[in-house]
């Protein structure tokens, strides 16, 4: 089983930034991927950004230019860098993790508790 311990979340006024950081621990299996994605109140949860261990990155046109997803492989840590942070930013952020666990390279998604990131003057 893996666990995701997040942090780094807060209560910060517009233009202002935040890192978010997401260790992963546990049963580790052959890591994909590790990101982030969010929920803000009364909509669905969304892709932030995430990187492949080979460095491939996805990330959100909401926060292209804005956000910088990072990892450090040999922590299995990603760090998102938060920058230029706007009220519509304001959702719980998730981390996940997806690693092919096994002889059989079984598919897995985990997810971190999740931390509140909220922007407001």
């Known amino acids: 089983q893996v666990q995701l311990v997040e942090s780094g979340g807060g209560l910060v006024q517009p233009g202002e930034s935040l890192r978010l950081s997401c260790a992963a621990s546990?049963?580790?299996?052959?890591?994909?991927?590790m990101g982030w994605y969010r929920r803000a109140p009364g909509k669905e949860r969304e892709l932030v950004a995430t990187?492949?261990?080979?460095?491939?990155?996805d990330i959100a046109d909401s926060v292209k230019g804005r956000f910088t997803l990072s990892r450090d492989n040999a922590k299995n840590t990603a760090y998102l860098q938060m920058n230029s942070l706007k009220p519509e930013d304001t959702a719980v952020y998730s981390c996940n993790l997806v690693d092919f666990w096994g002889a059989t390279s079984l598919k897995r998604f985990s997810w971190g508790q999740g931390t509140q990131v909220t922007v407001s003057s």
């Open positions: 990187i492949t261990t080979s460095g491939n990155t």
């Open positions: 546990g049963s580790i299996g052959r890591i994909y991927s």
